[in-house]
């Protein structure tokens, strides 16, 4: 697939991933391990899809809130496509090219897992849309939390419009992230989401490990 960019992964600044199903701690680790960096000296840049950017917020409401109703799936899609084009432009690559360690709970994969599996539409369309909406900027570490969707919806008093997609949607989800993460497994981690918290962080840290080296301080 081409992109705008001379690579598909950055060569400035380290980019991490955070991928899984609803509940299985993303946002813990997420920012978990944003301390451990920053104590160590690293730039580091917490984000978050959809909706980090004055753009994202308004179209996250629109695609996770109840009020919002159906929405034909491929309008769906692309209003994810447009949340990530904003996010990655104005504040994914910015901080990346300034050497920093970038930490997203949430990216491509979530595409892919939910709009493409979930919804049961062509993933490689799907796929196509996305990466050309990011430039095919990937991440060079996805780290995927791995946990039964039963475990992770029953973490929820009340449920936006994803999480209350049908179990078999989820179960589907879940299928497509793991199977992501085997198919390249030199760029992805998968954790069992039922492990302990400071388990996982010492996990995810070790990984990353070799990638720091790029990174500034």
């Known amino acids: 697939m081409s992109s705008n960019y001379p690579g598909a992964y950055a060569d400035r600044g380290v980019f991490v991933c955070f991928e899984g199903g609803e509940g299985s701690g993303k946002s813990t680790q997420s920012r978990l391990l944003r301390e451990t960096l920053t104590a160590e000296g690293y730039s580091v ?14 179209l996250r409401e629109i695609v996770l809130s109840p009020e919002t109703g159906a929405l034909a799936d491929k309008t769906e899609a692309l209003l994810y496509a447009a ?28 595409t892919l897992a939910y709009q493409g599996a979930g919804r049961a539409l062509a993933v490689e369309e799907v796929e196509q849309v996305a990466r050309w909406a990011t430039g ?19 973490r929820f008093e009340g449920r936006d419009r994803i999480e209350g997609e049908s179990l078999e949607f ?12 085997k198919a390249d497994p030199d760029h992805y981690l998968v954790l ?3 492990a302990p918290v400071e388990e996982i962080a010492a ?12 990174a500034a301080r």
């Open 83 to 110: 949340d990530k084009a904003e996010h990655v432009e104005a504040v994914v690559r910015p901080a990346l090219e300034r050497g920093a360690v970038v930490v997203t709970d949430r990216y491509v994969d979530s």
């Open 45 to 58: 840049l917490l984000t978050f899809e959809p909706g980090d950017t004055p753009v994202g917020r308004t």
């Open 203 to 214: 996990a995810v840290r070790s990984r990353l490990e070799p990638l720091l080296e790029q």
């Open 136 to 154: 095919d900027l990937r991440p060079h570490l996805t780290v995927v939390l791995d946990l039964e969707p039963q475990a992770g919806l029953g």
């Open 192 to 194: 069992d989401a039922r």
């Open 170 to 181: 989820h179960e589907r989800v879940r299928e497509a992230f793991v199977a992501m993460a």
